[in-house]
């Protein structure tokens, strides 16, 4: 299963159609609040994500994700138990 980098470089291809222009996109930018993510997007990632990983993604876990780190530190723990 991969690691916390593999899964860190996975998020960063899957979000860089949202980093505007001049940003750069690292462990501490905010999905929404900086991404500018509507609610609608963070399912299609979360989508994106399972079809990717082949994984189930718990969506209780979402209210407890605000950055790409926590993002990566839950993908983790879901495909590494």
Known sequence: MPDYNVLLNQISEILAPFVK???????????????????????ELVEHIEDELDISFPLNILPDIRTVRDLALRLEKITNP
């Open 21 to 43: 222009k001049g940003m750069t996109l690292t462990e501490d930018s905010e999905l929404v609040a900086e991404l500018g993510l509507t609610s609608l997007q963070v399912m």
